[in-house]
């Protein structure tokens, strides 16, 4: 069956550096994929969209890839803040997410 | 900035009990999702809706669930008799496109309604 799987280990960073965040799906060809946030006890919020025929997609510090042959996307946010510090979702076109990876920015 | 809201923010219902989850979609976002997410897990897909019925659900969504667009604006959510393990939080999404290849599915999430099952 399909499976999306980013790593569910928290991810502890300094302010100002750039966090990387991985999404990794199985059994499956994704037409794209997308990238959310959530916060403790709220909905998910749209981040980006990337499409299979995309290598590459950025919104200000935020970026995106998506590479097909290791069936792999990573989510990027550069000069990262503490108001960065959320749970982030990988989800596919077949609206199956991961369990998401929280990020933590220490001052 | 328009957004989906979704009421109540907490339901507290027995167990075999039916309750009925609102929310008010996007006014004009032609698609609508149900999605649960039970404390500490995964968001997981309910059901999907466009032009007035069913377009996708998933094995979660059985027949204790059933989804309406009452009138132009709500969309509801039943559970018809509620089970322990239906305690979890329900978010309502919205958006305006599907989910061809070709379109761009951003959905817009509520703020969810805590379902607490006694």
């Known amino acids: 069956s399909q499976k999306i799987e980013q790593n569910s280990e928290a991810l502890n960073i300094q302010e100002g550096k750039t966090a990387t965040l991985t999404c990794n799906y199985t059994?499956?060809?994704?037409?794209?994929l997308q990238w959310y946030r959530q916060d403790p006890g709220r909905g998910p919020v749209f981040l980006l969209l990337?499409?299979?025929?995309?290598k590459e997609k950025r919104k200000e510090r935020l970026k995106v890839t998506f590479d097909t042959t290791l069936k792999q996307s990573l989510f990027h946010i550069t000069a990262s803040q503490p108001a960065d510090s959320a749970t982030y979702l990988c989800t596919t076109d077949k609206l199956i997410f991961g369990t998401g990876t929280r990020l933590q920015v220490f001052p | 900035e328009p957004e989906v809201t979704q009421t109540p923010s907490h339901q507290v219902t027995q167990m075999g009990q039916e309750v009925i989850l609102r929310c008010v979609p996007i006014s004009n976002h032609l698609y609508f999702y149900w999605y649960r997410q039970i404390l500490g897990q995964k968001v997981e897909f309910l059901v999907s809706?466009?032009?007035?019925?069913?377009?996708?659900k998933s094995e979660i969504f059985d027949d204790q669930f059933s989804v309406e667009r009452p009138d132009g604006s709500n969309f509801t959510l039943k559970i018809r008799s509620t089970k322990l393990e239906d305690s979890a939080m329900y978010f309502c999404a919205s958006s305006e496109s599907g989910r061809g290849a070709g379109s761009y599915n951003e959905q817009f999430f509520g703020p969810g309604t805590r379902l607490t099952v006694l």
């Open positions: 990337i499409r299979e025929n995309e």
């Open positions: 059994n499956y060809s994704p037409a794209y």
């Open positions: 809706f466009y032009n007035n019925e069913i377009s996708e």
